[in-house]
T-cell receptor, first 112, second 111 residues
Framework: AQKITQTQPGMFVQEKEAVTLDCTYD???????LFWYKQPSSGEMIFLIYQGSYDEQNATEGRYSLNFQKARKSANLVISASQLGDSAMYFC?????????FGAGTRLAVHP | DTGVSQNPRHKITKRGQNVTFRCDPISEHNRLYWYRQTLGQGPEFLTYFQNEAQLEKSRLLSDRFSAERPKGSFSTLEIQRTEQGDSAMYLC?????????FGPGTRLTVT
């Protein structure tokens, strides 16, 4: 069975600093995807970044980058130059086309 | 707006009643997913459709839950004989490939 572990229930970061949100996953699938989504207090789920298990380069999307370490089964999200609007719940996900498994989430608070 | 839409946005029902939620995916997306999210938790996968075929179903989906996607367009999720434990946010997502685009959700409260 697939499992996602996010060990940081809450994180604080100063505005304009970088922050890393941890994620480890456990899967027996050979091919899988890793995702990060953001859920602000308004409730919508916003796609941030995707990494395929066979992608050799780490994915980047603007201020977001995914630090993928396959041997360690780690897929940490790095947010550079944090903004106040980054305050939200962040979920790490793993899976394929048929379903995605969510981690418990990390609540990020960005302080001015 | 061409995003995923869900109706109703809120539903309050009494225990034992049946409820039905609707999801309209982004039109060119052939994959559709339902999730359930309780307060303070990450969403849990319920079921997956590719076009009109229901290809994956979680064990969380008891026999009181049924989902359909006739003609591979919109989808409905029905809960029969609702229980208080069914109170949650029900999220729908559609996908063209890898990333899933989520709707705003339907918040169900069972009293």
């Amino acid at each position: 069975a697939q499992k996602i572990t996010q060990t940081q229930p809450g994180m604080f970061v100063q505005e304009k600093e970088a922050v890393t949100l941890d994620c480890t996953y456990d899967t027996s699938d050979q091919s899988y995807g890793l995702f990060w989504y953001k859920q602000p207090s308004s409730g919508e789920m916003i796609f941030l970044i995707y990494q395929g298990s066979y992608d050799e380069q780490n994915a980047t999307e603007g201020r977001y980058s995914l630090n993928f370490q396959k041997a360690r089964k780690s897929a940490n999200l790095v947010i550079s130059a944090s903004q106040l609007g980054d305050s939200a719940m962040y979920f790490c996900l793993s899976g394929g086309y048929n379903k995605l498994i969510f981690g418990a989430g990390t609540r990020l608070a960005v302080h001015p | 707006d061409t995003g995923v839409s869900q109706n109703p946005r809120h539903k309050i029902t009494k225990r034992g009643q049946n409820v039905t939620f609707r999801c309209d995916p982004i039109s060119e997306h052939n994959r559709l997913y339902w999730y359930r999210q309780t307060l303070g938790q990450g969403p849990e996968f319920l079921t997956y459709f590719q076009n009109e075929a229901q290809l994956e179903k979680s064990r969380l989906l008891s026999d009181r839950f049924s989902a359909e996607r006739p003609k591979g367009s919109f989808s409905t999720l029905e809960i029969q004989r609702t229980e208080q434990g069914d109170s949650a946010m029900y999220l729908c997502a559609s996908s063209p490939a890898y990333e899933q685009y989520f709707g705003p959700g339907t918040r169900l409260t069972v009293t």
